[in-house]
C-alpha cells in the first residue's frame, strides 16, 4: 500500500513594523490563530518578522536583543497553548555576532534555526554591517517531510545552499524574505526561483514581507512554485501586490514521489497590474505605512495649480482619506489664474480642506530689509533681480506650510520629483523643507503617465477626474518670474529623464550617451548639475523608493567630490 504523508500549509505576507517587538509578536501569534481557524498546522512567516527590516542599528542596542529575546519566549508559550508551529525570520547569536536566522517552532519549543548564507551588502542592503553568514547545512523533519529553510538572498544565486540542501536531501525550500520593491521586482523574484527549481527539482515556497518602512516599501508578491529539473517552473499559489494576505497549500508526498503544491481553494485571485497601477500602489503604501507607523494623524502641502503637487495631493487623498489632507495655495504676483482655478477645482473634486494665503506682501517685506544689503557694492551679485528674489519666494512658502502642520500635528509632505531633485532645480529650505517626498524617484515622465491614468481611472469608475485637464496640458513652471517655464532652465524633460535614467539609475558615461543619440553638450550639461547638488539631495525628505537606483542608500556619493564625470 502507497502511504501519504500531507499538511496544510500557510504564507503569512504581514507587514510588520520595525523595532516594535511586543507588536510584530501579537501579530504572528494573531496570523497563526487565523490560519489555525482554515485548517493550517505550519505557518510560515518573512524574514526578520519580530524585528522588523530593516532593524538597521537596533541591532547595536544591547537593550533592544535582550527584549527580542524575551518577546520569543513569551511568544513561543503563546504558540505552546494555541497548538501551532509556524517558521518565522529573526535573530540568533553565537560568541561571535549575529545571525539573520529562521527559526521552526513545535509545539511551544524551537527545534532549531537556519542562518543566512549570504549577506547583500550592495544597493539598499547593509547586512554584513550586522550579521555573519551561516554556512551550516541543516534539514528540519516536519510531518515526515525534510524542509529547508533560506533566507532571502540564499536563492538569488546558483550553488550556495539550495544546492548543499538538496544533496542533503530536502524535499521543501521555505524562504523567508524581506525583499524591497522596484517596477517589475515580482517577475525578477519569479525568475530567480525559477532558475532554482529548474536547477534542483525542489518546490519552493517565497514568503516575503509587506508594507514601508522610511524610503522602502516591500511589495508582497509571496508564491508557491514546483517543477522539474530543467524545466520551466508551475506556480500554485500568488499572494496579492502590496495587502497583507494569508494564502494556504496542502503540502503532499506520495511515497516515491516528489513533494507536491496543492493551492487550497477557494482563494481570491491574484489581478494582473499595469505599470501605472504597480507604481501608483507602491507610492500609496509607502506613504501610508510612513504616516502610520510615525505617529502622524494626517499630511499638509502646498497646492500650486501644477502637475507634481496635483498628482502628491491626489495620492495624499487616496492613502489617508480626504478628511486627512490640507493643502494651502500660497500665490504671489508671479502665479497665474489657471494655478488658482485649477488647485481650487482639485480640492474640491478631492474633498480636501483648502486654505489660501498671499505671500506677496511677505515678498516685499523680506525684499525691503534686504535692498540695503543688495545696494551695498561689495555684495557678489549686485543689486539687479536674480535667483536669490526667486529662492526667497519657496523659502517664504515653507515657513509658512512649516506652521501649519506644526500646528494641526501633521507631517509635512513635499512635492518635487526625481527630475528636478536630481539637477537640483529645487530651493533647498523652500520647496524642498518637508517631512517625506512622494515622488522623489519618479521621473516628470512618470509623473504624468500616473496623473494620466489616475484620471482614466476615477472616469472608468463614474467618477470625475481628479486632475483638472488644464493641469496635464500646460507647460510645467515654477511661477517665481513673470512668464517663467521650466525649459527656460532645463532641456525638455524627455531628454532630461533620458540623460538621468542613464547616468543615475545606469552610470552610463558620456560616451555611451552620445553613443545614445543624446547631443553631448546638453549630456554634460546635466552631468554637471546632478553633481553639483549633491548636497542639496543629501539634505532632502526621505521618500518612496520605486527604481534600482533613487537617492538615498542606494546613491552615496562624497559631498567633496572631485571626480570629473564628464
Not at 522596484?182 to 517565497?206: C, F, N, S, T
Not at 505617529?295 to 503637487?309: M, T
Amino acid at each position: 500500500m502507497t502511504s501519504k504523508t500531507q499538511f496544510i500549509l500557510a504564507i503569512a505576507q504581514v507587514n510588520p513594523h520595525v523595532g516594535a517587538l511586543t507588536a510584530n509578536g501579537q501579530m504572528v501569534l494573531a496570523v497563526a490563530r487565523r490560519a489555525q481557524a482554515l485548517g493550517a498546522t505550519l505557518v510560515v512567516f518573512p524574514e526578520l518578522v519580530l524585528t522588523g527590516y530593516p532593524p538597521e542599528d537596533l541591532l547595536h542596542k544591547p537593550l533592544f536583543l535582550q527584549q527580542l529575546a524575551a518577546t520569543e519566549r513569551h511568544l513561543h508559550q503563546e504558540l505552546a497553548a494555541l497548538g501551532m508551529d509556524v517558521i518565522y525570520g529573526t535573530v540568533r547569536r553565537d560568541g561571535e555576532g549575529l545571525f539573520n536566522a529562521g527559526v521552526l517552532v513545535q509545539a511551544g519549543q524551537e527545534v532549531g534555526f537556519a542562518a543566512k548564507w549570504r549577506l547583500p551588502n550592495y544597493s539598499v542592503f547593509d547586512e554584513q554591517r550586522y550579521f555573519k553568514p551561516g554556512e551550516t547545512v541543516r534539514l528540519f523533519p516536519y510531518r515526515g517531510i525534510a524542509l529547508g529553510i533560506t533566507i532571502c538572498e540564499d536563492v538569488w544565486h546558483a550553488g550556495g545552499p539550495l544546492a548543499h540542501l538538496a544533496a542533503a536531501g530536502a524535499e521543501l525550500i521555505l524562504n523567508l524574505n524581506a525583499s524591497p520593491y522596484h517596477m517589475d521586482k515580482h517577475r525578477e523574484r519569479e525568475a530567480v526561483v525559477g532558475q532554482r527549481i529548474a536547477e534542483h527539482g525542489l518546490p519552493i515556497v517565497y514568503v516575503n514581507q509587506v508594507g514601508g518602512q522610511d524610503e522602502l516599501v516591500f511589495d508582497g508578491g509571496s508564491f508557491a512554485a514546483y517543477g522539474e529539473k530543467s524545466q520551466a517552473m508551475t506556480l500554485v499559489a500568488r499572494c496579492h501586490f502590496c495587502a497583507e494576505d494569508l494564502r494556504l497549500l496542502q503540502v503532499v508526498r506520495t511515497e516515491g514521489q516528489p513533494v507536491q503544491l496543492v493551492a487550497q481553494m477557494p482563494q481570491e485571485p491574484v489581478p494582473e497590474r499595469s505599470p501605472e497601477e504597480e507604481i501608483y500602489t507602491a507610492l500609496c503604501l509607502g506613504l501610508r505605512d510612513y504616516v502610520r507607523k510615525n505617529g502622524f494623524s494626517g499630511v499638509v502641502l502646498g497646492l500650486s495649480g501644477g502637475i507634481d503637487s496635483a498628482l502628491t495631493a491626489v495620492i495624499c487623498a487616496d492613502t489617508l482619506g480626504a478628511d486627512q489632507v490640507e493643502v494651502l495655495m500660497m500665490p504671489s504676483q508671479f502665479t497665474a489664474v489657471d494655478s488658482l482655478e485649477d488647485a481650487a477645482e482639485q480640492a474640491r473634486i478631492l474633498g480636501i480642506r483648502l486654505s489660501e494665503i498671499s505671500i506677496e506682501t511677505l515678498f516685499g517685506q523680506f525684499r525691503t530689509q534686504l535692498a540695503a544689503l543688495w545696494h551695498d557694492t561689495t555684495t557678489a551679485g549686485g543689486s539687479g533681480e536674480d535667483v536669490t528674489d526667486e529662492n526667497i519666494q519657496p523659502r517664504i512658502r515653507a515657513t509658512l506650510l512649516m506652521a501649519v502642520a506644526n500646528k494641526r500635528r501633521k507631517l509635512l509632505i513635499t512635492t518635487g520629483n526625481k527630475s528636478e531633485m536630481s539637477v537640483g532645480y529645487a530651493t533647498l529650505y523652500g520647496d524642498m523643507a518637508g517631512g517625506y517626498s512622494v515622488l522623489k524617484d519618479v521621473l516628470k515622465g512618470l509623473v504624468y503617465r500616473l496623473a494620466e491614468a489616475r484620471n482614466q481611472w476615477a472616469v472608468a469608475r463614474g467618477e470625475m477626474p481628479p486632475i483638472p485637464q488644464r493641469v496635464l496640458t500646460r507647460a510645467p513652471t515654477a511661477e517665481l518670474r513673470p512668464n517663467q517655464k521650466d525649459s527656460d532652465s532645463l532641456p525638455p524633460y524627455p531628454v532630461l529623464d533620458q540623460i538621468l535614467e542613464l547616468y543615475v539609475e545606469q552610470e552610463k558615461s558620456v560616451q555611451e550617451m552620445v553613443a545614445a543619440g543624446i547631443d553631448r553638450t546638453v549630456a554634460i550639461q546635466v552631468i554637471e548639475r546632478v553633481d553639483r547638488n549633491e548636497y542639496k539631495r543629501r539634505q532632502a525628505p526621505p521618500g518612496v523608493r520605486i527604481t534600482q537606483r533613487a537617492f538615498g542608500k542606494d546613491r552615496r556619493y562624497p559631498l567633496t567630490n572631485g571626480f570629473d564625470s564628464r
